[in-house]
């Protein structure tokens, strides 16, 4: 009996171990893909504040060449952006609503 205890216990202690390295592996995974991700959004998020300032430049000097040219009213701006939103968010198979700022699957 004793021999069959400590037979079992090995082989408990081997799955634990299996299941251990399984689980070690699936976490380095995780980790990888998250500073991926990270790294990504970070990527991001700095050409945002690239086009935005690009655009920024592109106004003020479109507004010293012809201060009353439409695409200076914020108006008009927000409905460029609006159908610029709509239209990438089709591209990449979603509806979105521009009233409440959500989108879903189409």
Do not use: C
Not at 20 to 26: L, N, V
Not at 43 to 51: F, G, L, P
Not at 57 to 69: D, F, G, I, S
Not at 75 to 98: H, I, M, P, T, W
Request: net charge positive; no cysteine.
């Amino acid at each position: 009996m004793g021999s069959d205890y400590q037979s079992g216990l090995g082989a408990g202690m081997a799955r634990a171990r299996g299941v251990r390295r399984d689980a070690d592996s699936a976490i380095g995974e995780w980790a990888s893909f998250a500073q991926d991700l990270k790294a990504k959004l970070l990527t991001e998020s700095v050409e945002r504040q690239v086009s935005v300032e690009y655009v920024r430049q592109l106004r003020a000097a479109l507004r010293e060449a012809n201060p009353k040219h439409p695409l200076l009213q914020d108006a008009v701006a927000e409905q460029l952006f609006d159908r610029a939103r709509v239209a990438a968010f089709e591209q990449k198979g979603f509806q979105y609503n521009s009233s409440t700022g959500r989108f879903h699957k189409r």
